[in-house]
């Protein structure tokens, strides 16, 4: 072997290790940038937009917010970090909802035990309310209703702790007040004047709570409860009168199923053998998902239905038509496009890597799917 | 073959001259190594060792112990496996975190781990926490790929994918001395203080007792440190904060009884541990403290007993009782409240059996050449475990576990073979709420062979090529099939098959500067099926569901390197080299973006870097270690990166008599250390959202007489 060739292999061997000492190093790490996809076709109505909250698992810090732009058809993925970058360690842990009311997006971060409040249209942040494990959200009259876990213990045995909603201001975003209701409260509607509060006992197990609560949106005071069903999920408000509430059962012997009440005289008055995850109320039309889990047949098994609010019926058994529901692994959220009627639904996978967003025509065609953060879950339309 | 039988015996009595104190046989002439690999061949058994003529052992192994071991800075024996190869820790932060081990990716549920011979359980989550274990009255950490390089043992040992050995000191009394006493005070960084004291004593010839007693307190605080730059190169953010809620008080006292007969000798030992700990949990926006805690109370007897009876067959029976306690508390109001409180027992039996059919020869007799040397051997364990715990509808279960071994041990010329067939027979018994009677779940019973090859080309030289095939699988745990709500009763267990052929050559040198190089390196490929995951369930709650879902292949390399310097003036400077490269691919799902993916936490690349500096009662360690860079996820995209993380740790220990006059051994000695660990204070995470400390440091003071 030549002297010049042995310096040459010299020169190159040197080179490599420092090219695989500096790719083996430490770097500073830059703020996520968001990524963009072209997706669907560009369309150009009142709705400018929709927002995606991903909850992200437990202790791993990654909600995220996703946003589609219906009219240049563009999906952005991952956008809070790269718009707020000074705030240390993003958005937080778990998304657990999203709403948008005025001109500002307020996203409940549950582990993060706060509401962060942004800019509607720039998602810029303007602050953030304190609440420890808050649930979910609705607004009336400039005020935001949020339900939480964490009210005051009574320190007896069984370690009790009640939940409570707590009203807070649009304007100042300081919380004016707390109202206590049952055990691990969720979902929250307004109607008829009034607060209507899913109370779970999803920490009773196996106790369950059965009532919604019922606040006088005047007084902020609890009035009484209706016993529905055990652990309360998810209710909303339709144009008749009604209130739809979702029981998630017990997981046993008590299947989840939908109950619907009369908000003038607060009464159960029907309810549908359908099992339901989540909801999504768009005029007339309940969209929903279930995923009973039984661990009698411990058996998954997915349905896409709509209940006709009117009739109390299911009028499509399945709103996904063309086979697309088989690949769907963990159904994880529901919304409606409020003009085109197009259906997007969520996929969250095994809640540890990213999910998938799949839009349907109002047919029940995948029109188009793409991948979100984890555990994509709660979506907010924008207007224009 | 002859001589080096007799350097053999030569170094094993020189040893147990040179006592307790590993530091003076390193003072002496003798290679550290050497006297490592010494040790390592007779596992230190003075009484029993067969004078076989190969040594070597079949399954390679990755050892540490004496003063090698005592010179790393490590508190727990999790520190202590980060400097072997193919083994990636698992490390929540804090002297009370959570550590793991997971050998060549395959789990850390498939790890063995055992106590000075006999498996420490787990049958609520089967994984055992390395970080409780303290380095303090440690002599051994070895680690087997596949199982240990022996058939003489209990069924158990035949039983895990990889098998870590920790073995305690055993007493050894040199000069005529009758007793040994160790105090050790150690304080440093996050407000440790960590006295222990070791007690020998010789009863009679034949009966000698041991008592160790160690307390560890720290507050557990340390500074972190998070930083993001804007792309322009600005700072985004930079917040520093102190890791709170990681404080640990922990208690251990242990007694050990060793008795020696003619051809035989039995060992007794009782442990304890209480600890009580905060979890630090992970670092989330708006949240920057935690409020768990935990508290282990770890009880256990156990003891063993080998003989031989006649020439040509030994048997070994060991028995184990051991209870646990664990208790976690969720104070924090912001989260559901939980107390959970699970005790566990366990009763375990082993007798095993060995007969010499060619080329036995015991120590004390002539030795005699033989060209085959052939063992069977025959082990039957049996356990039994119960948990029992206060969450709703739990159905404290009760396990029992019959296991039988057979295996085979040839040795033939130059080529050395083992062979062993496992069968496990598990069956549950659950006390369902509902039910009146127990329900009785009986597992498919398994068969599972490995086999074990190593040749040795060159007579004259210490070099060996290898090769093993191991199938075996973990039982599901009791968490994974009974923890209420998302337990699966119908789990079957998750299997790993290992394929690993791998090099070997060690070189001693009689003269010259380089006294010792020896290098090996191995290949393998492992296939992890059925394993064990959870799937998410339920209506939007956090509710899991344990299933046989995964798969995963890892494909990998581990290599290590050693070398010891004779240098003028009475240095001797050692360095070891271990790397390791793996390519852990998720093969579970093909329509999913994880398919291919690297799985959470494997590096690809990995190694570490010691260097030991000796002169007299002066040692001087260096230690860096590697891990590059990861994904938290087997969705390898940008968001789950993980940066890679290295640390440099040195420490400085000086030993020396306290007074002049009299027999060396009988002189109180001293020993004064100093530890810095993470010395360019680097900023890092092993687990996303759970920061580690940066630089941190140790002193320890000892006195023996």
């Known amino acids: 072997m030549s002297k010049r060739r042995l310096s040459h292999i010299c020169f190159s061997a040197s080179w490599l290790l420092l090219l695989l000492t500096v790719a083996g190093c430490r770097h500073e790490v830059v703020i996520y940038n968001s990524e963009t996809e072209q997706q669907g076709t560009a369309q150009y109505d009142a709705v400018a937009g929709f927002y995606l909250l991903c909850e992200g698992n437990m202790g791993s810090n990654k909600a995220t917010l996703d946003y589609y732009d219906f009219l240049n058809a563009t999906y952005h993925r991952n956008i809070y970090s790269e718009i707020n970058p000074y705030v240390a360690k993003e958005l937080g842990d778990v998304g657990n909802d999203l709403r948008i009311y005025g001109s500002r997006m307020y996203a409940v971060i549950n582990c993060s035990n706060k509401i962060e409040v942004l800019d509607a249209r720039t998602c810029i942040r303007i602050g953030q309310i304190d609440v420890p494990n808050c649930r979910y959200l609705c607004f009336s009259g400039g005020y935001g209703y949020v339900t939480s876990y964490a009210g005051p213990v009574s320190l007896n045995d069984h370690y009790e702790q009640i939940g409570y909603v707590a009203r807070f201001d649009t304007a100042t975003l300081q919380i004016i007040d707390r109202c206590l209701v049952g055990f691990q409260p969720d979902g929250i509607a307004v109607a008829e004047g009034k607060l209507y509060v899913a109370n779970s006992g999803g920490y009773m197990v196996p106790n369950y709570e059965n009532t919604l609560s019922v606040i006088d949106l005047a007084t902020f005071t609890e009035q009484y409860r209706i016993p529905v069903a055990i652990n309360l999920n998810r209710v909303c408000a339709d144009s008749h009168g009604q209130l739809w509430v979702s029981s998630r059962g017990d997981y046993y012997g008590h299947p989840s199923r939908l109950y619907c009440v009369d908000t003038a005289t607060d ?20 969209y929903l998902y279930s995923e009973p889990w039984s661990y009698l047949g411990e058996t998954f098994a997915a349905s896409y239905c709509i209940v006709d609010v009117r009739t109390h019926r299911v009028v499509k058994s399945n709103f996904i038509t063309d086979g697309t529901d088989r690949i769907i692994k963990k159904p994880y959220g529901v919304s409606v496009h409020p003009l085109t009627k197009q259906i997007y639904v969520t996929d969250a996978k095994d809640y540890v890597t990213p999910g998938t967003l799949y839009c349907f025509s109002r047919q029940g065609t995948l029109l188009w799917s793409v991948r979100t953060g984890d555990i994509p879950a709660h979506v907010a339309f924008l207007w224009r | 073959m002859h001589l080096r039988l007799l350097i053999s015996v030569c170094m094993l009595s020189f040893c147990a001259m040179s006592g307790s104190q590993s530091l003076m046989a390193q003072g002496d002439s003798v290679s550290l190594s050497f006297a490592d690999s010494v040790a390592r061949r007779l596992t230190l058994d003075e009484v029993t060792v067969s004078a076989r003529r190969h040594e070597e052992p079949v399954v390679p192994v990755q050892a540490l112990q004496g003063s090698r071991l005592q010179a790393l800075s490590t508190q727990s024996v999790a520190d202590a496996m ?28 498939h790890l063995g781990v055992f106590y000075d011979g006999i498996e420490i359980g787990n049958a609520q989550n089967g994984t055992v926490d390395l970080g409780k274990f303290s380095m303090e009255n440690m002599e051994q950490v070895s680690l087997y790929n596949g199982q240990k390089s022996e058939i003489f043992q209990s069924a158990k040992d035949f039983g895990s994918a990889g098998t870590l050995y920790l073995r305690t000191r055993r007493p050894r009394f040199v000069g005529g001395k009758s007793y040994n006493v160790s105090l050790t005070m150690k304080a440093g960084t996050f407000g440790l203080a960590n006295p222990s004291v070791l007690y020998e004593q010789r009863l009679t010839d034949n009966l000698h007792l041991s008592a160790s007693a160690e307390f560890a307190y720290a507050h557990g605080r340390y500074h972190f440190r998070y930083r993001r730059l804007l792309p322009s190169g600005q700072v985004a953010w930079d917040t520093t904060a102190v890791r709170q809620n990681g404080d640990v008080r922990q208690w251990r006292a242990e007694v050990g009884l060793f008795g020696y007969m003619p051809e035989g000798k039995w060992h007794v030992k009782g442990y304890f541990y209480d600890s009580e700990k905060g979890i630090p949990g992970a670092i989330v926006n708006n949240v920057w403290k935690n409020a768990q805690r935990q508290w282990d109370r770890n009880a256990f007897v156990q003891g063993n007993l080998t003989k031989t009876i006649t020439q040509g067959y030994d048997f070994l029976l060991s028995a184990k009782y051991s209870n646990d306690r664990m208790r976690y508390l ?17 009763v375990y039996l082993s007798m095993a059996h060995r007969v010499i059919l060619s080329g036995a020869r015991s120590l004390v007799q002539e030795w005699q050449s033989s060209p085959v040397e052939w063992d069977v051997a025959l082990s039957a364990d049996y356990q039994y475990n119960t948990l029992a715990g206060n969450l709703a509808n739990f159905v404290f279960p009760e396990r029992h576990t019959v296991l039988v071994a057979a295996a085979s041990q040839l040795y033939w010329t130059y ?39 190593s040749y040795q080309p060159l007579p004259a030289e210490q070099f060996f090529v290898r090769a093993f095939y191991k199938h075996i699988f973990r039982m599901p745990t009791f968490n994974d099939l009974y923890y209420t709500d998302i337990g699966n009763i119908s789990l079957k267990p998750e299997y790993t098959t290992q394929y690993d052929v791998g090099l070997q050559y060690d070189k001693q040198f009689a003269y010259g500067v380089v006294q010792q190089a020896g290098a090996k390196v191995d290949g393998y490929f492992n296939n992890v ?76 690349h990995s190694g570490s870097l010691t260097a030991n500096l000796l002169w007299r009662g002066l040692t001087v360690n260096y230690s860096f270690i590697y891990v590059g860079e990861r994904y938290h996820s087997s969705a ?7 940066q890679p993380w290295y640390t440099h740790d040195m420490s400085v220990s000086y030993e020396f008599a306290l007074a002049r006059a009299g027999k060396s051994h009988n002189t109180p000695r001293m020993q004064v250390a100093v530890e810095i660990n993470n010395m360019f204070n680097q900023q890092y995470e092993v687990i996303l959202n759970y920061p580690m400390p940066g630089i941190n440091g140790k002193g320890i003071v000892k006195v023996m007489f």
């Not at chain 1, 549908?272 to 007339?284: K, N, P, R």
């Not at chain 2, 496992?422 to 709420?433: A, F, I, M, N, Y």
């Not at chain 2, 080299?577 to 691919?585: C, E, I, K, P, V």
Request: aromatic share 10%; charged share 15%; proline share 5%.
């Open chain 1, 267 to 286: 009464v159960v008055i029907d309810s549908v053998e359908t099992s339901v995850s989540d909801f999504w109320l768009d005029g007339d039309s309940l």
């Open chain 2, 82 to 109: 980060r400097y072997f190869s193919g083994v990636q820790i698992k490390d929540y932060g804090g002297v009370g975190g959570l550590k793991t081990v997971d050998v060549r990716s395959m789990g850390s549920n």
């Open chain 2, 330 to 346: 969720n104070p924090d109001t912001t989260l559901m409240y939980i107390d959970n409180d699970f005790t566990q027992q366990e």
């Open chain 2, 415 to 453: 080529v050395r073979a083992q062979a062993s067939l496992l069968s496990t027979l598990v069956v549950d018994k659950l006390h369902q709420p509902a039910l009146q009677q127990p329900s009785v779940i009986r597992q498919q019973p398994q068969f599972t062979p490995a086999v074990f090859v």
């Open chain 2, 529 to 604: 099926t059925n394993k064990i995951v959870a799937i998410p369930k339920g209506n939007g709650q956090y509710r899991w569901q344990m299933m046989n879902y995964g798969k995963v292949h890892i494909l990998g390399c581990d290599a290590n390197a050693s070398v010891t310097f004779r240098l003028p003036a009475e240095v001797f400077l050692s360095a070891a080299l271990s790397y390791t490269f793996q390519s852990a691919r998720d093969l579970t799902d093909p329509h999913e973006i994880t398919y291919g993916g690297q799985i959470a936490y494997i590096p690809w």
């Open chain 2, 636 to 642: 390898n995209i940008p968001v789950n990166y993980e």
